[in-house]
Nanobody, 115 residues
Framework: QVQLVESGGGLVQPGESLRLSCSAS????????MAWHRQAPGKQRELVAL??????PNYADSVKGRFTISKDAENTLYLQMNSLKPEDAAVYYCTATDWGNNVYWGQGTQVTLSS
């Protein structure tokens, strides 16, 4: 079992930056891939970025060049979000997939863009 806790969400203005964190605990040795997803009101949940066990990142086209995913040796996952746009407003979820293909989700952190 893996437990995930996100933090770092908040209210920002368009063009500003925000850094999300996701702290993993439990069977972190079993984690292979970690990712960030988001869900805006009335929209389907979407994959924002993922990072493989080898550290290779992948991004949704909508965030390429603006968001950076990374993780440290303790499997704390980060999402650096720059040049935020109104359409980036959503609840952001951290996920971890282990070697048994079990997917674990955090509780989410809200990112709000002011007008």
């Amino acid at each position: 079992q893996v437990q995930l806790v996100e933090s770092g969400g908040g209210l920002v203005q368009p063009g500003e930056s925000l850094r999300l964190s996701c702290s993993a605990s439990g069977s972190i040795i079993s984690i292979e891939t970690m990712a960030w997803h988001r869900q805006a009101p009335g929209k389907q949940r979407e994959l924002v970025a993922l990072i493989t066990g080898g550290g290779r990142p992948n991004y949704a086209d909508s965030v390429k060049g603006r968001f950076t995913i990374s993780k440290d040796a303790e499997n704390t996952l980060y999402l650096q979000m720059n040049s935020l746009k109104p359409e980036d407003a959503a609840v952001y979820y951290c996920t971890a997939t282990d070697w048994g293909n079990n997917v674990y989700w955090g509780q989410g952190t809200q990112v709000t863009l002011s007008s």
